[in-house]
């Protein structure tokens, strides 16, 4: 079991916003993520190492944070995919406030979606009878394509505009007002578009695609801003907004 | 900050954009096919003396520009230097009627 024996260098951020790398020398295991070794380090080393995690298998989005400099999710990214010369950096996420070591504080992120109306709000007319929505459905589709989100934070994290604009609502409260303006059962368009066209609106996306590139459900959520982009504009033309 | 004005400027600034890049390739391909074979500046004053058709196209090109080139400014001052409110629209409103003076200016000497 040679490769069990070979060690890798982990620097991992201790403290809040103001803090430090502390390393680690930790063994390489075969198929161990980077949430298996923060859990492994602290039961043996540190206890009082601070991560975050609930469902260890993709689903949950609690495990997010930046590894070498990149935010991805940690229960699903192999340590030995991702360890660049014997060395892994691990640092909370970026564009939030740091709480403790590797976790983060949530709450702007989520208010952001709050911000963007990213809520269903049912139409005011009661429903009498099924309105069947198919698969074929262009703007179910749409919706389909964007609904997958797990509210990870990666997207955010990787986002230059968000770094740029704290005020920007960022890709991931975008995306889900996106998901929503293509609900057919969702009454709030124009309330939502007025909401993402603000200051931090969706206006302000500068397509890098950096969300695209980052987010783990290789979802899009420059294209969903774009959307957006395109319903805010018409609607402005139509004199709705 | 109005929302209202900054989603017409962010609407205008892509619209000036669409109509710049149109106006561009005909300013390029007319230029390619009139100097074929040669072409002095008599020959070119010649041409666009009291053409009405040469100072509307040319017009529209300088306020899509003037346009185009203060919005982006005004989002770069407000992205980069954290540059916002009045004292910026007003040196960028300044900035927008230079750009539409001087090249008035220019359209002027090319038709009169």
């Given at each position: 079991?040679?490769?069990?024996?070979?060690?890798?260098?982990?620097?991992?951020?201790?403290?809040?916003?103001?803090?430090?790398?502390?390393?680690?020398?930790?063994?390489?295991?075969?198929?161990?993520?980077?949430?298996?070794?923060?859990?492994?380090?602290?039961?043996?080393?540190?206890p009082?190492?601070?991560?975050?995690?609930a469902?260890?298998?993709?689903?949950?989005?609690?495990?997010?944070?930046?590894?070498?400099?990149?935010?991805?999710?940690?229960?699903?990214?192999?340590?030995?995919?991702?360890?660049?010369?014997?060395?892994?950096?691990?640092?909370?996420?970026a564009n939030?406030?740091?709480?403790?070591?590797?976790?983060?504080?949530?709450?702007?992120?989520?208010?952001?979606?709050?911000?963007?109306?990213?809520?269903?709000?049912?139409?005011?007319s009661?429903?009498m009878?099924?309105a069947?929505?198919?698969?074929?459905?262009?703007?179910?589709?749409?919706?389909?394509a964007?609904?997958?989100?797990?509210?990870?934070?990666?997207?955010?994290?990787?986002c230059?505009?968000?770094?740029?604009?704290?005020?920007?609502?960022?890709?991931?409260?975008?995306?889900?007002?996106?998901?929503?303006?293509?609900?057919?059962?969702?009454?709030?368009?124009?309330?939502?578009?007025?909401?993402?066209?603000?200051?931090?609106?969706?206006?302000?996306?500068?397509?890098?695609?950096?969300?695209?590139?980052?987010?783990?459900?290789?979802?899009?959520?420059?294209?969903?801003?774009?959307?957006?982009?395109?319903?805010?504009?018409?609607?402005?033309?139509?004199?709705?907004? | 900050?109005?929302?209202?004005?900054?989603?017409?400027?962010?609407?205008?600034h892509?619209?000036?954009?669409?109509?710049?890049?149109?106006?561009?390739?005909?300013?390029?391909?007319?230029?390619?096919?009139?100097?074929?074979?040669?072409?002095?500046?008599?020959?070119?004053?010649?041409?666009?003396?009291?053409?009405?058709?040469?100072?509307?196209?040319?017009?529209?090109?300088?306020?899509?520009?003037?346009?185009?080139?203060?919005?982006?400014?005004?989002?770069?001052?407000?992205?980069?230097?954290?540059?916002?409110?009045?004292?910026?629209?007003?040196?960028?409103?300044?900035?927008?009627?230079?750009?539409?003076?001087?090249?008035?200016?220019?359209?002027?000497?090319?038709?009169?």
């Amino acid at each position: 079991m040679s490769s069990q024996q070979e060690k890798i260098t982990v620097s991992i951020w201790r403290g809040k916003e103001e803090g430090d790398l502390e390393s680690f020398e930790v063994p390489l295991v075969d198929n161990q993520t980077i949430l298996d070794l923060l859990t492994s380090i602290q039961r043996d080393v540190d206890p009082s190492l601070s991560y975050r995690f609930a469902c260890r298998v993709g689903m949950c989005g609690s495990c997010a944070m930046r590894v070498n400099g990149k935010p991805r999710w940690t229960c699903r990214t192999l340590v030995s995919k991702v360890v660049s010369n014997g060395e892994l950096r691990l640092e909370p996420l970026a564009n939030l406030p740091v709480v403790k070591d590797l976790v983060v504080d949530m709450a702007p992120f989520f208010d952001k979606w709050q911000a963007g109306k990213g809520r269903f709000e049912a139409k005011d007319s009661a429903v009498m009878e099924f309105a069947p929505i198919k698969p074929d459905n262009k703007k179910r589709q749409l919706a389909d394509a964007a609904i997958e989100c797990i509210n990870c934070g990666v997207c955010y994290s990787a986002c230059d505009v968000v770094e740029s604009n704290p005020a920007f609502l960022g890709p991931a409260a975008l995306n889900r007002a996106w998901s929503l303006m293509n609900d057919e059962r969702d009454g709030s368009s124009i309330e939502r578009l007025k909401a993402v066209r603000g200051e931090g609106g969706c206006q302000s996306c500068h397509t890098n695609s950096q969300c695209v590139a980052r987010c783990p459900l290789q979802l899009n959520p420059t294209r969903s801003i774009a959307g957006l982009k395109k319903q805010v504009a018409i609607a402005m033309l139509k004199g709705e907004l | 900050m109005n929302n209202r004005l900054e989603i017409k400027l962010w609407l205008a600034h892509r619209l000036t954009g669409m109509a710049l890049g149109l106006f561009v390739v005909i300013h390029l391909i007319t230029m390619i096919i009139v100097i074929q074979g040669g072409l002095s500046a008599a020959e070119i004053m010649e041409r666009t003396s009291s053409n009405i058709l040469v100072a509307l196209f040319y017009g529209l090109f300088v306020v899509a520009a003037a346009m185009h080139g203060s919005i982006g400014l005004r989002t770069v001052a407000q992205e980069v230097l954290n540059w916002k409110g009045p004292s910026l629209d007003l040196v960028l409103f300044i900035f927008f009627a230079l750009l539409c003076v001087l090249g008035v200016i220019a359209i002027i000497g090319l038709v009169l």
